[in-house]
Structure formats: C-alpha cells, structure tokens
C-alpha cells in the first residue's frame, strides 16, 4: 500500500512538473490519468503491479 501511493505521489509531481515546466496541456494530463484509471482496470494491471514492485525492490537494495 506505502509503494502505491508514494508511486502516485511521484507521479503527480512529476505530471505537475512537466505542466508548469515543459508546456504539458491540460488535457494532455487528463489523457494520461484517464489512461492510467482506465489500465488499472484491465488484466494488465497484475502485471504492471508486479513489475513496478520488482523494480522497487531492485532500487532498495542499491547499496551506496
């Protein structure tokens, strides 16, 4: 539960960021979330969760 929301934290930032920053139009940030609610939806969904919390763990283990 922690991953999923700090992941769509970082992705509203990020989407915030290339709004103001990069010329991101409105509607191009409405497209994408209606594309992401609409993915969660399908039977992709196990998949692309499974993968995003792979990498995670992936970055987790980096030791510095």
């Known amino acids: 539960m922690v991953l999923s929301i700090s992941g769509?934290?970082?992705?509203?930032?990020?989407a915030f960021l290339f709004f103001r920053k990069d010329?991101?139009?409105l509607s191009h940030a409405v497209v994408c979330s209606l594309f992401g609610?609409?993915?969660a939806g399908t039977a992709a969904a196990p998949s692309i969760k499974a993968g995003?919390?792979?990498?995670?763990?992936l970055l987790?283990?980096?030791q510095l």
């Not at 769509?8 to 990020?14: D, H, M, R």
């Not at 995003?52 to 763990?57: C, P």
């Open 37 to 39: 609610f609409f993915l």
């Open 8 to 14: 769509v934290v970082l992705l509203g930032i990020i």
């Open 60 to 62: 987790g283990g980096i």
């Open 23 to 25: 010329g991101m139009k």
């Open 52 to 57: 995003s919390e792979s990498f995670a763990g």
